[in-house]
């Protein structure tokens, strides 16, 4: 079946370090990629999205490039801000005969001011 | 505004009592679907529903229940909820499927004793 697997966490830094979680896949066919954050007491917002191979999505200065040779989708931030603490979940779609949405186990980012 | 509300936001119950929690859209979304959260196991899909009166199984749905008679609703049923229920839900639509991004309820915190 599909999986997702991130890096461990959490992930601490200081800000306008440059970021970068990991993420990798294990799907069948096609996959639609996806990276959603969670504020604090709230619920997951999409950040990003790729369709296709070699697609990078992009969103408030995130960036993530769909990698079928590597079955990757890393989440890159140039400068992060203490406004970006948050949890952030890799997940993938296989929509088609069953519409399933898969994720990561999530990570935790805190940046420190 | 769009949005998916969830009923009730918090709930503390004891073991065997039947409890639904009630989830609405306004966005005339076709796909819905429920999702736990537990703390290093991320989000892990229940149930889904393509449409009316179509619903399927996630990847953890036992011990739950869903209906889908109106398209704006998709309630959660726990017909004799146990302490391994207790756990974050959120409630998710979209347009069509699990390929488009998904607008997700704030949560509604179970706690089974």
């Known amino acids: 079946g599909n999986s997702v697997t991130q890096m461990e966490g959490p992930v601490t830094l200081s800000e306008e370090a440059f970021l970068t979680i990991n993420c990798t896949y294990t799907?069948?066919?096609?996959?639609?990629l996806f990276w959603y954050v969670q504020y604090p007491g709230e619920g997951l917002q999409l950040l990003l999205k790729a369709t296709k191979a070699d697609d990078k999505g992009s969103n408030k200065g995130f960036e993530a490039t769909y990698r079928k040779e590597t079955t990757s989708f890393h989440l890159e931030k140039g400068s992060v801000q203490v406004s970006d603490s948050a949890v952030y979940f890799c997940a993938l779609s296989s929509a088609g005969a069953n519409s399933k949405l898969t994720f990561g186990k999530g990570i935790t980012l805190s940046v420190r001011p | 505004e769009a949005q998916v509300t969830q009923n009730p936001r918090y709930l503390i119950t004891v073991t065997g009592k039947k409890l639904t929690v009630t989830c609405s859209q306004n966005?005339?979304?076709?796909?819905m679907s429920w999702y736990r959260q537990d703390p290093g196991l991320g989000l892990r899909q229940i149930y889904y529903?393509?449409?009316?009166?179509?619903?399927d199984k996630g990847d953890v749905p036992e011990g739950y229940k869903v209906s889908r008679k109106e398209k704006r609703n998709f309630p959660l049923i726990l017909e004799s909820p146990s302490p391994n229920q207790t756990s974050l839900y959120f409630c998710?639509?979209?347009?069509?499927?699990?390929?488009?991004?998904?607008?997700f309820g704030d949560g509604t915190r179970l706690s089974i004793l």
């Open positions: 529903s393509m449409n009316v009166e179509v619903t």
């Open positions: 799907a069948t066919g096609y996959p639609s």
């Open positions: 966005m005339n979304h076709e796909y």
């Open positions: 998710a639509s979209s347009y069509r499927d699990s390929n488009q991004p998904q607008h």
